[in-house]
């Protein structure tokens, strides 16, 4: 496999970084493991502890990198905003201004999420937005949009999907996929293959 220049720009810097004595080698190799092992299950752990615990979700609504600490989690570089939804209230994130997104808590954002179609138009017509996706409202479901900014993040906590009263934490964070957190899908539900493929 041939050496791109980027590659060739990352061995640079990881050595002279070495040589400086700024990082060493190992320091470096284990926070691009930490950058691998960021995923959505990250998020789905945090949902998960949300819907068997009520005082837990509280202080996540209130205070989510705090929660986020709690349970064992990296608290993150960025004030995590965290909206629930409800029959009443669908929440559903976008970063008008480039792809400001939580990845320490749900890995790299998707392409859709960083195209300037998603990020005009979910503004512009988000019922419509959420429809191609698969996610159909009733019209009495309030649709809030948040838009993400350089120093705020925003995770959503879906609903908890009908009959799962007897599944345990691990059970249900395999109901909570990366699109259900931004909002564009509901918990427990396929992704649309259109929609929310990278």
Request: charged fraction near 25%.
């Amino acid at each position: 496999m041939p050496t791109t220049y980027f590659n060739l720009l990352e061995t640079s810097l990881r050595e002279l970084l070495a040589d400086k004595g700024i990082l060493s080698l190992e320091q470096v190799d284990a926070q691009v493991a930490d950058m691998d092992a960021r995923t959505p299950a990250r998020g789905a752990k945090v949902v998960a502890r949300a819907w068997v615990d009520p005082a837990y979700k509280a202080r996540l609504l209130a205070d989510g990198n705090a929660a986020l600490e709690e349970i064992g989690l990296d608290r993150g570089l960025y004030k995590l905003v965290v909206v629930e939804n409800t029959p009443d209230v669908h929440n559903v994130v976008v970063c008008t201004l480039c792809s400001c997104y939580p990845r320490w808590l749900l890995g790299l954002p998707p392409d859709w999420y960083k195209s300037r179609e998603y990020r005009s138009r979910t503004v512009r017509e988000p019922r419509v937005v959420l429809s191609e996706f698969g996610v159909d409202l009733p019209v009495t479901t309030t649709v809030r949009v948040h838009d993400s900014t350089a120093d705020m993040r925003y995770l959503v906590v879906p609903a908890r999907p009908a009959g799962t009263d007897g599944l345990d934490e691990v059970a249900l964070a395999k109901l909570v996929s990366r699109d259900a957190m931004i909002g564009t899908a509901l918990a427990g539900a396929a992704p649309c293959p259109t929609a929310s493929g990278d």
